[in-house]
T-cell receptor, first 115, second 113 residues
Framework: AQSVSQHNHHVILSEAASLELGCNYS??????LFWYVQYPGQHLQLLLK??????LVKGIKGFEAEFIKSKFSFNLRKPSVQWSDTAEYFC?????????????FGPGTSLSVIP | NAGVTQTPKFQVLKTGQSMTLQCAQDMNHEYMSWYRQDPGMGLRLIHYSVGAGITDQGEVPNGYNVSRSTTEDFPLRLLSAAPSQTSVYFC????????????FGSGTRLTVV
């Protein structure tokens, strides 16, 4: 079965520290990859997405992610986090084996940024 | 342009009661989905629809019904609420099979006692 894993359940960083959140998926073949962010008490918002082409994808708020096909990974990065980045981050994958609108989400990583 | 609108935002049900969670979108999206979010489990797909009149089951469909009579609306019905259905429910819509990312509603926090 297709699955998405995220390396860390909870990450705590100080402001200005660099961030990298890991995401791995189990599909083969062509995939669409996403990172969503959920700020406390809010709904999920799309941070960035990868379809094809340049494996380094830039999103909103200074986030970027790198698709490494050989490692089935799509890690999220930010050079310098801010307190306002405190949120839950979800990796999601849509692969060719899924029909219609089935996008599989990872379990999420909770990020806490300490001022 | 309201996006995806969910109502109610909060609901408390007694075991065995039924209710309908409403979801409406004004973006003319063909594809709509319902997810439930539980701590440590991410989002799990309940039901989805690829267009008016077409629905299908997701990962955790038991205890839920959906219908899609119009492009705009995709209500989720709980037939006989159980404590295991205590969760946060999100409706999402997209243009083409979710490939360009979803637009999510603000969620419904449901507690079944």
């Amino acid at each position: 079965a297709q699955s998405v894993s995220q390396h860390n359940h909870h990450v705590i960083l100080s402001e200005a520290a660099s961030l990298e959140l890991g995401c791995n998926y189990s599909y083969g073949g062509t995939v669409n990859l996403f990172w969503y962010v959920q700020y406390p008490g809010q709904h999920l918002q799309l941070l960035l997405k990868y379809f094809s082409g340049d494996p380094l994808v830039k999103g909103i708020k200074g986030f970027e992610a790198e698709f490494i096909k050989s490692k089935f990974s799509f890690n999220l990065r930010k050079p310098s986090v801010q307190w306002s980045d405190t949120a839950e981050y979800f990796c999601a994958v849509k692969g060719p084996e899924t029909s219609y609108d089935k996008v599989i989400f990872g379990p999420g990583t909770s990020l806490s940024v300490i001022p | 342009n309201a996006g995806v609108t969910q109502t109610p935002k909060f609901q408390v049900l007694k075991t065995g009661q039924s209710m309908t969670l409403q979801c409406a979108q004004d973006m003319n999206h063909e594809y709509m989905s319902w997810y439930r979010q539980d701590p440590g489990m991410g989002l799990r797909l309940i039901h989805y629809s690829v267009g008016a009149g077409i629905t299908d089951q997701g990962e955790v469909p038991n205890g839920y019904n959906v219908s899609r009579s119009t492009t705009e609306d995709f209500p989720l019905r709980l037939l006989s609420a159980a404590p295991s259905q205590t969760s946060v429910y999100f409706c999402a819509s997209s243009y083409t099979q979710g490939a360009y990312g979803y637009t999510f509603g603000s969620g419904t926090r449901l507690t079944v006692v």
